[in-house]
């Protein structure tokens, strides 16, 4: 998409000739002749750019330099006049200006000018998004895996990736959606630009526009500045919606409009901002059924899913177990100072025998645990064992379903729904740890987060 810049000068001549340069250089480019037509522009669109004139018939540059500051901090502007002193270049520069320009200017001053202050801005705008993007850096894992499951997945993700399609992942907890989105931006023609995740089920309602679309100084109680939200810290890049499923009905309907129209407006403003950004959504619920339920938006499905990729969950890749352990050992046994850490023969077959409700995400947390507690250099069976992992083998006993702590505690229950079990297994550790949500959570290999939505979803939050 298109960078816009915004001319304000009383001068036509001085307009025609910027208008004519930038054009040249593919930038879409408004033009006003006087201060208050200006702000009339900024009130309604959003700008990459501004050059201004610092005598206007109407209001002063310097002044309107301070209010377009006050709307935007983060606009860069260039200053351009024929009465320019160093008093004045100063004054510009004290109240934000970018540059400074004298009339008159060359063609090649003017291209200069204005590709140092957007290289700036771009700049600003990605010291932005790392000093507030406090998460996991996933990309330094690799999606790893050699089965026919996996090699599917690698093959949906490289034809992905070479078109701009909205795509929604599905699957359940665990099984690496966030790495599958980031992979996907990664062999993009976007992979120069920002990758941006927003974990939804985390955004409260009242705050979720201004995570979003940002919002202007004085929107609300607290907006002591403005703030870019998530689609413009995208810009030009990919944004990752997390969770998709746990937003309301209300909220739906906003994101609908911004991905649609490619179009945001700051929390307190009126200003249409354009934004081009890729956009991948995630979640580990039934959307259709969600849908039929009247709890999600037929139209947003419809939206989001261009392009549908299922994660296959770790019990229906067993043959990458043993590699996915062996990778996890050697980063933890690194992490941790534990040099030598090695699984011995027995203990990989336990691995592969367990069932892994917890998906990778649990087998990852199962390796740090043991990297951290083994005894020795070799990890073996009793160790496994330790850890919490035992083979899915036994006999299945009676219980009282609504009783998690009389289950079986490894038993298969052939005859039951996978759901049911996860749910009696989930409410056992609860049990055992006395209703401790954190301690559960690390048992089960899962956050806390992930073990709250299936509260949620069991109706037992």
Same mark, same amino acid.
């Given at each position: 998409?298109?960078?816009?810049?915004?001319?304000?000068?009383?001068?036509?001549?001085?307009?025609?000739?910027?208008?004519?340069?930038?054009?040249?250089?593919? %930038?879409?480019?408004?033009?006003?002749?006087?201060?208050?037509?200006?702000?009339?522009?900024?009130?309604?669109?959003?700008?990459?750019?501004?050059?201004?004139?610092?005598?206007?018939?109407?209001?002063?540059?310097?002044?309107?330099?301070?209010?377009?500051?006050?709307?935007?901090?983060?606009?860069?502007?260039?200053?351009?006049?024929? %009465?320019?002193?160093?008093?004045?270049?100063?004054?510009?520069?004290?109240?934000?200006?970018?540059?400074?320009?004298?009339?008159?200017?060359?063609?090649?001053?003017?291209?200069?000018?204005?590709?140092?202050?957007?290289?700036?801005?771009?700049?600003?705008?990605?010291?932005?998004?790392?000093?507030?993007?406090?998460?996991?850096?996933?990309?330094?894992?690799?999606?790893?895996?050699?089965?026919?499951?996996?090699?599917?997945?690698?093959?949906?993700?490289?034809?992905?990736?070479?078109?701009?399609?909205?795509?929604?992942?599905?699957?359940?907890?665990?099984?690496?959606?966030?790495?599958?989105?980031?992979?996907?931006?990664?062999?993009?023609?976007?992979?120069?630009?920002?990758?941006?995740?927003?974990?939804?089920?985390?955004?409260?309602?009242?705050?979720?526009?201004?995570?979003?679309?940002?919002?202007?100084?004085?929107?609300?109680?607290?907006?002591?500045?403005?703030?870019?939200?998530?689609?413009?810290?995208?810009?030009?890049?990919?944004?990752?919606?997390?969770?998709?499923?746990?937003?309301?009905?209300?909220?739906?309907?906003?994101?609908?409009?911004?991905?649609?129209?490619?179009?945001?407006?700051?929390?307190?403003?009126?200003?249409?901002?354009?934004?081009?950004?890729?956009?991948?959504?995630?979640?580990?619920?039934?959307?259709?059924?969600?849908?039929?339920?009247?709890?999600?938006?037929?139209?947003?499905?419809?939206?989001?899913?261009?392009?549908?990729?299922?994660?296959?969950?770790?019990?229906?890749?067993?043959?990458?177990?043993?590699?996915?352990?062996?990778?996890?050992?050697?980063?933890?046994?690194?992490?941790?100072?534990?040099?030598?850490?090695?699984?011995?023969?027995?203990?990989?077959?336990?691995?592969?025998?367990?069932?892994?409700?917890?998906?990778?995400?649990?087998?990852?947390?199962?390796?740090?645990?043991?990297?951290?507690?083994?005894?020795?250099?070799?990890?073996?069976?009793?160790?496994?064992?330790?850890?919490?992992?035992?083979?899915?083998?036994?006999?299945?006993?009676?219980?009282?379903?609504?009783?998690?702590?009389?289950?079986?505690?490894?038993?298969?229950?052939?005859?039951?729904?996978?759901?049911?079990?996860?749910?009696?297994?989930?409410?056992?550790?609860?049990?055992?740890?006395?209703?401790?949500?954190?301690?559960?959570?690390?048992?089960?290999?899962?956050?806390?987060?992930?073990?709250?939505?299936?509260?949620?979803?069991?109706?037992?939050?």
């Amino acid at each position: 998409m298109q960078e816009r810049i915004l001319i304000v000068d009383d001068d036509m001549a001085i307009r025609d000739g910027c208008v004519q340069t930038l054009k040249r250089m593919d %930038y879409e480019v408004s033009e006003a002749a006087a201060g208050e037509e200006a702000m009339s522009l900024l009130e309604r669109y959003e700008y990459d750019l501004i050059l201004l004139d610092l005598k206007m018939p109407d209001i002063n540059g310097l002044t309107l330099l301070s209010r377009i500051k006050e709307k935007d901090s983060l606009v860069p502007v260039i200053m351009i006049t024929a %009465y320019g002193t160093i008093h004045n270049a100063v004054e510009a520069m004290r109240l934000g200006a970018t540059d400074f320009l004298s009339k008159p200017f060359e063609p090649d001053e003017l291209r200069m000018a204005v590709r140092r202050a957007l290289d700036a801005r771009r700049l600003t705008i990605e010291n932005i998004y790392l000093k507030e993007e406090l998460r996991k850096k996933e990309g330094d894992v690799k999606l790893i895996g050699q089965s026919q499951p996996m090699r599917t997945l690698m093959e949906q993700i490289r034809r992905v990736a070479n078109t701009d399609s909205t795509v929604l992942i599905t699957g359940e907890s665990g099984t690496g959606k966030g790495l599958i989105a980031r992979r996907i931006h990664e062999l993009s023609q976007r992979k120069d630009n920002a990758f941006v995740s927003v974990d939804c089920s985390t955004l409260v309602p009242t705050l979720f526009e201004s995570e979003l679309f940002g919002h202007v100084k004085g929107a609300f109680t607290g907006a002591s500045g403005a703030k870019m939200g998530k689609f413009e810290l995208a810009n030009r890049g990919t944004l990752f919606l997390d969770e998709i499923g746990n937003i309301n009905l209300e909220l739906q309907a906003k994101l609908l409009k911004a991905v649609e129209e490619k179009e945001i407006t700051r929390v307190g403003s009126n200003r249409l901002t354009k934004v081009d950004v890729r956009i991948i959504a995630a979640t580990n619920q039934d959307l259709k059924k969600a849908v039929q339920q009247g709890a999600f938006r037929e139209d947003l499905y419809f939206r989001l899913n261009v392009v549908a990729i299922k994660t296959p969950p770790l019990r229906e890749r067993r043959e990458d177990i043993a590699l996915l352990a062996h990778y996890f050992l050697r980063i933890f046994s690194e992490k941790h100072d534990r040099p030598g850490l090695y699984l011995t023969q027995e203990a990989v077959g336990l691995l592969e025998e367990y069932s892994w409700p917890g998906n990778v995400r649990e087998l990852e947390n199962t390796m740090e645990r043991l990297a951290i507690f083994s005894s020795g250099p070799h990890i073996d069976r009793e160790d496994v064992e330790l850890a919490g992992i035992a083979a899915q083998k036994g006999p299945v006993q009676e219980e009282d379903p609504s009783d998690g702590a009389n289950m079986a505690q490894y038993a298969v229950f052939e005859l039951m729904p996978l759901e049911d079990v996860e749910r009696q297994y989930v409410l056992r550790i609860l049990n055992e740890t006395k209703g401790n949500r954190s301690d559960a959570a690390r048992i089960l290999g899962i956050d806390r987060k992930t073990l709250r939505l299936k509260l949620r979803r069991w109706g037992m939050e």
